[in-house]
């Protein structure tokens, strides 16, 4: 059974802090990485991907990849409120007669206060 | 900026009954797929289409799931006789293919089956 794992939380953190999300995948098949926040009662918003070992950084977020040890995380930089939401990890196995099927962790809950 | 769209918002239907979900892809993408998530659980696979097939389908989709392109922009999500616990929200999602397959969803279609 391939997974994708992330603590549930509720991750609670002060506005203006730093936010940091885990995920832990089963499959070193996996080819692409995907996080996704999603508002309660919304549909799952893409907001970064990654391929390559390493960083990839956009404005305030930064995915972060690491084959080797099957972990990928997302920072969030001075986190605002509006930032509160679920973050969805998602994983895809793309090649051969797959095209990008994508298997989600359960989603950590992000909380940031005032 | 393009976006996935769906109809219904909201489906209401009677155990037994047939019902058809509709999804309008971005109009350059070529790769389509349905997932579904149940209230308080993760996102999950159903199937992805490509070249007027289906490519890959997982273990929830069964005989009573179909899919169609009936046209050059509809993308369509049948099931024959629902279920109690076919209730969920359903999200159509499209991607163009390039690179690592990222999918954009749409806001889904929220069933209900009583």
């Known amino acids: 059974q391939k997974e994708v794992e992330q603590n549930s939380g509720p991750l609670s953190v002060p506005e203006g802090a730093i936010a940091s999300l885990n995920c832990t995948y089963s499959d070193r098949g996996s080819q692409s990485f995907f996080w996704y926040r999603q508002y309660s009662g919304k549909s799952p918003e893409l907001i970064m991907f990654?391929?390559?070992?390493g960083d990839k950084e956009d404005g305030r977020f930064t995915a972060q990849l690491n084959k080797a040890s099957q972990y990928v995380s997302l920072l969030i930089r001075d986190s605002q409120p509006s930032d509160s939401a679920t973050y969805l990890c998602a994983v895809n196995v793309a090649g051969g007669t797959s095209y990008g099927k994508l298997t989600f962790g359960q989603g950590t809950i992000l909380t940031v206060h005032p | 900026e393009p976006e996935v769209t769906q109809t219904p918002s909201h489906q209401v239907t009677q155990m037994g009954q047939e019902v058809i979900l509709r999804c309008v892809p971005i109009s350059n993408h070529l790769y389509f797929y349905w997932y579904r998530q149940i209230l308080g659980q993760k996102v999950e696979f159903l199937v992805s289409?490509?070249?007027?097939?289906?490519?890959?389908k997982s273990e929830i989709f069964d005989d009573q799931f179909s899919v169609e392109r009936p046209d050059g922009s509809n993308f369509t999500l049948k099931i024959r006789s629902t279920k109690l616990e076919d209730s969920a929200m359903y999200f159509c999602a499209s991607s163009s293919g390039r690179n690592t397959y990222e999918q954009y969803f749409g806001p889904g279609t929220r069933l209900t089956v009583t």
């Open positions: 289409f490509y070249n007027n097939e289906i490519s890959e």
């Open positions: 990654i391929y390559s070992n």
